[in-house]
């Protein structure tokens, strides 16, 4: 679990084929690489962001499978799908946001 309360949280990475994570902002943000450390087949990522960020960075061609919701707060998926990994991600942002984007 990654947390950040009043402050960040870096781009620790996860083991390969990982199968479940949790990433929660509060008054903070915090950055994830995923670009070393792909998913397993049956991956979730829970992303909570309050009063802060979180940034999601996939390999290119990650589908991307997105749920929750965002109240004065926004998720933003700026990845086109491919024939890559599928990433559950289950986002919830009040007032704060949570991206997912490519390298680079």
Same mark, same amino acid.
């Given at each position: 679990?990654?947390?950040?309360? @009043?402050?960040? @949280? =870096?781009?620790?990475?996860?083991?390969?084929?990982w199968?479940q994570?949790?990433?929660?902002?509060? #008054?903070?943000?915090? /950055? $994830?690489?995923?670009?070393?450390?792909?998913?397993?087949?049956?991956?979730?990522?829970?992303?909570?962001?309050? @009063?802060? =960020? $979180? /940034? $999601?960075?996939?390999?290119e061609?990650?589908?991307?499978?997105?749920?929750?919701?965002? $109240?004065f707060?926004?998720?933003d !998926?700026?990845?086109?799908?491919?024939?890559?990994?599928?990433?559950?991600?289950?986002g919830?942002?009040? #007032?704060g946001?949570?991206? !997912?984007?490519?390298?680079?």
């Open positions: 679990m990654n947390l950040a309360l @009043f402050g960040g @949280f =870096g781009k620790r990475p996860y083991a390969p084929g199968s994570e949790t990433a929660v902002a509060v #008054f903070g943000g915090g /950055e $994830i690489d995923l670009t070393a450390a792909p998913p397993g087949p049956t991956a979730r990522l829970t992303a909570v962001a309050v @009063f802060g =960020g $979180i /940034e $999601i960075t996939v390999p061609g990650t589908r991307v499978a997105l749920s929750g919701f965002g $109240i707060g926004g998720r !998926v700026r990845v086109l799908p491919g024939d890559g990994p599928e990433l559950r991600l289950r919830y942002a009040l #007032f946001g949570i991206e !997912v984007r490519p390298p680079g």
